[in-house]
């Protein structure tokens, strides 16, 4: 993700799912993995990328020129998988410059794919705090909220993420699934794999796949797999 100011967060569990990787595409995983967003992350001082999501533009922060070094080395040692030291860097950037918002959006990747829940959703609402403009944010804090089992915090953290940014493909996948696997209402769920489909130019088997069995599905049937598009 970004810093927005600073630049970018890799997305949640692959590229964008249920866990964060830092790379700048996106794809879901339900027993097996599925297709990537619409969407190509960039790192920049002031647009976020998480997951394969651009951020929509906001009032963006001046970004010192050695805050914005220490953020991309920072990046560099997360893509490279060197997750402790990224730890280290972000936690300064975010505790040097709290205005940001970048910095504890990837701290709260790093504490979620650790299982350090509380840790990740209060840094990811350090974020928003930050750069309420963000959506890709409000999405990773959906994620972090649906792993805790907050189910209501994250329908609202997704439908934040959403209203700031409609084409933004993955916040539609994720609140699909809280409102199939968890919410149990297979209408909405429906509508809102088809707005995903709908966003995804390249297509997307796997939730295609969850489509024809959601409408086939009898009683208390649930597929347990599917995971978020981070």
């Known amino acids: 993700m970004g810093m927005a100011g600073c630049a970018s967060v890799p997305d949640p569990e692959s590229p964008l799912h249920d866990t964060a990787v830092p790379t700048s595409t996106a794809t879901v995983t339900h027993a097996s993995t599925p297709a990537p967003t619409n969407k190509t992350a960039s790192a920049s001082a002031s647009a976020p990328v998480v997951v394969a999501a651009p951020a929509k533009p906001e009032a963006e922060v001046p970004v010192a020129p050695a805050a914005q070094r220490a953020f991309d080395e920072a990046l560099r040692a997360f893509r490279a998988g060197r997750v402790e030291d990224a730890e280290r860097s972000f936690l300064a950037l975010a505790q040097a410059y709290p205005e940001l918002g970048g910095p504890q959006a990837n701290l709260g990747l790093i504490y979620r ?69 968890y ?32 409408k086939n599905r009898k009683g208390d049937q649930v597929m347990l797999s599917k995971r978020e598009q981070e």
């Open 183 to 214: 919410l149990q209402e297979r209408r909405r769920a429906l509508e809102l794999y088809d707005r995903y489909l709908t966003l995804s130019p390249g297509g997307d088997a796997t939730v295609t796949k969850w489509v024809a069995d959601l």
């Open 113 to 181: 794919r650790a299982g350090k829940l509380p840790e990740a959703i209060a840094a990811l609402e350090k974020a928003v705090q930050a750069s309420p403009q963000q959506s890709v944010y409000f999405n990773q804090l959906g994620v972090a909220y649906r792993h805790h089992g907050l189910f209501t915090k994250a329908r609202e953290a997704y439908e934040r993420a959403i209203s700031l940014d409609a084409d933004y493909a993955a916040p539609y996948l994720n609140l699909g699934i809280l409102h199939d696997l």
